[in-house]
Nanobody
Framework: QVQLVESGGGLVQTGGSLRLSCAAS????????MAWFRQAPGKEREFVAA???????AYTDSVKGRFSISRDNAENTVYLQMNSLKPEDTAVYYC????????????????WGQGTQVTVSS
């Protein structure tokens, strides 16, 4: 069983930065695809970023150049560094893990964290 615990969310002004953490147990983060999704009020959960076991990364277009996903194998933790934050980045951010064929498809992930709120004020 894989357990994921997110942390690092909070309130930040436009242009600010936050780093989210996803601590994993039960499976090493380098053995599965690790991903970040987000869900804003009234909207569907959407893909943000992912890292394959190979270390290859993928991002949704709206965060390219601003967000960066990374992992620390020793800490078994995945991070999402978020810079130049915008009000439209406001959402609950979720960490997900699994062996998937499509990194941007929520239905492929069986393991999810509880979410962490990110609020960007204008």
């Amino acid at each position: 069983q894989v357990q994921l615990v997110e942390s690092g969310g909070g309130l930040v002004q436009t242009g600010g930065s936050l780093r989210l953490s996803c601590a994993a147990s039960g499976r090493t983060v380098s053995a599965v695809t690790m991903a970040w999704f987000r869900q804003a009020p009234g909207k569907e959960r959407e893909f943000v970023a992912a890292m394959w076991p190979t270390g290859r990364t993928a991002y949704t277009d709206s965060v390219k150049g601003r967000f960066s996903i990374s992992r620390d194998n020793a800490e078994n933790t995945v991070y999402l560094q978020m810079n130049s934050l915008k009000p439209e980045d406001t959402a609950v951010y979720y960490c997900a893990a699994d062996l998937v064929s499509r990194v941007d498809d929520t239905s492929g992930y069986n393991y999810w964290g509880q979410g962490t709120q990110v609020t960007v004020s204008s």
